[in-house]
């Protein structure tokens, strides 16, 4: 079978990429300034009381754009309620946050600050506390003219978020005819989309455009064996439709190779017991552990390159 995939990816090369589910990544572009500005707040922890924490505690942008955590840390060690998703090739995303209550990476930006379990501040405080670094005031309104406010620093943080894309993956870099793809992973994405795995992860972030119910052929809920929290309702939660219980964003699968929590709930700690539980759950499938090292490794070759990556 590999062998004939092979061939004809060679004889129609020109028109592989147009074909495919899955698309190479690209940068977006992206105001320079901003930008700078944007990666300075990201890493301040002057945005939450007390200096606690930054955006970058829970996005840790050295490993993957997520902690290893199955739910992260906020003020005063407060756990969220949600596992904290990867912030890079998310502006790639049809909306932001797991039940996609934020309508794009700016709005997300602000769900933070406010929260008692993360940032655990006001906009006036955090603001006043900016406003004391007057170096700072003076390069920011250099940029936004208006000065410090909720929205440009909004938009700046945005600014670099849309910067973290992650490049030349070696899948990316095979499917445009650049670069060689190992047997295993060539096999493990075929069976990802014989499976069916590409319904619901395809695209550019492979996965992040649409919103599908974790349990279609099983009781995922039921057999997890810990009790239902207000944050298991997904989707619900946000459009208080009774079709959205337990209903996430599809989660891209741009660095799943590199995580070390699955899932909105952080349940699962293994990427072979991912796939599994996705199988069984989403697909109503029972795959061969050969089958799921090879998705595992057709997981692997979707890890890019981004220069905030160094581990």
């Known amino acids: 079978m590999i062998l004939k995939f092979l061939i004809w990816a060679l004889l129609f090369g020109s028109v592989w990429v147009a074909a495919e589910p899955i698309l190479p990544l690209h940068s977006v572009a992206t105001d320079a300034r901003k930008v700078a500005l944007g990666r ?39 756990l969220g309620d949600v596992r904290a998703p990867t912030v890079y090739n998310s502006v790639f995303n049809i909306r932001q946050a797991w039940d996609g209550k934020a309508i794009d990476l700016k709005a997300q930006v602000t769900l933070p600050v406010e929260n008692p379990k993360e940032f655990a501040t006001t906009w006036p405080m955090l603001i006043a506390t900016l406003n004391e670094d007057k170096t700072f005031v003076s390069a920011f309104t250099q940029v936004y003219k208006g000065g410090l406010s909720s929205d440009a620093i909004s938009d700046a943080i945005a600014h670099y978020e849309r910067s ?15 670069g060689i793809l ?11 989309k014989y499976y069916g795995c590409i319904n619901c992860h395809q695209g550019k972030n492979v996965g992040g455009n ?12 039921g057999d997890r064996g810990t009790p239902i929290e207000p944050a298991d309702y997904g989707r619900y939660n ?14 891209g699968l741009r660095l799943a190779a590199r995580q070390t929590y699955f899932f909105h709930d952080g349940s699962e700690q293994s990427l072979t017991g991912a796939i599994n539980t996705m199988a069984r759950y989403q697909l109503g499938r029972s795959l061969s552990q050969a089958e799921l090292e090879a ?17």
């Open 40 to 78: 300075q707040l990201f890493f301040d922890t002057r945005l939450s009381r007390n200096n606690e924490v930054s955006c970058a505690s829970c996005h840790q942008l050295a490993t993957h754009g997520a902690d290893n955590t199955a739910r992260s840390k906020g003020v005063a060690g407060r």
């Open 295 to 311: 998705i595992a490794a057709f997981l692997e070759s979707l890890v890019g390159q981004h220069q905030e990556m160094t581990q």
């Open 210 to 221: 649409m919103f599908a119910k974790m349990g279609t052929f099983g009781d995922y809920f």
């Open 182 to 192: 190992s047997e295993q992973a060539q096999e493990g994405y075929l069976l990802f």
């Open 238 to 251: 946000v459009t208080g439709r009774e079709a959205d219980k337990f209903t996430f964003k599809v989660p």
């Open 164 to 178: 973290l894309v992650t490049l030349n993956a070696p899948f990316d870099l095979w499917l445009q005819g650049k």
